[in-house]
């Protein structure tokens, strides 16, 4: 059974950097991809970019395109979220989780977690401007 960890989360000035992580342990008969998602307090979820588990190709929201950077490393079994030049716009809870597709619509990303995704719990990131 596929856990994921997340970590990472801080207190950031506008404008800075932070680096998220996901650790996925446990094992699967499929190698789902991995999407990250935040949800502002009183706002809905929302996902912020996704690494599909097929070909590795990563996606966006229009939202952090050109700030933000989804990567993995295979050997460690994480998956990373790096934020850059961030703003209170940002300030979150993020969550990972698995998604078995990952891809674009209209010109806007697309994740669906299935019937059996797993979800991290959230870490907190909060932008002070």
């Known amino acids: 059974e596929v856990q994921l960890q997340a970590s990472g989360g801080g207190l950031v000035q506008a404008g800075g950097s932070l680096r998220l992580s996901c650790a996925r342990s446990?094992?699967?008969?499929?190698?789902?991809?991995i999407g990250w998602y935040r949800q502002a307090p009183g706002k809905e979820r929302e996902g912020v970019s996704c690494?599909?588990?097929?070909?590795?190709?990563?996606y966006y929201s229009d939202s952090v395109k050109g700030r933000f950077t989804i990567s993995n490393d295979n050997a460690k079994n994480t998956f990373y979220l790096q934020m850059n030049n961030l703003t209170a716009a940002d300030t979150a809870v993020y969550y990972c989780?698995?998604?078995?597709?990952?891809?674009?619509?209209?010109?806007?990303?697309?994740?669906?977690?299935?019937?059996?995704?797993?979800w991290g719990q959230g870490t907190l990131v909060t932008v002070s401007s």
């Open positions: 690494i599909s588990g097929y070909d590795g190709r990563t």
């Open positions: 446990g094992s699967s008969l499929i190698s789902p991809g």
């Open positions: 989780a698995t998604v078995m597709l990952c891809t674009e619509y209209g010109g806007q990303m697309y994740t669906n977690n299935g019937k059996d995704a797993v």
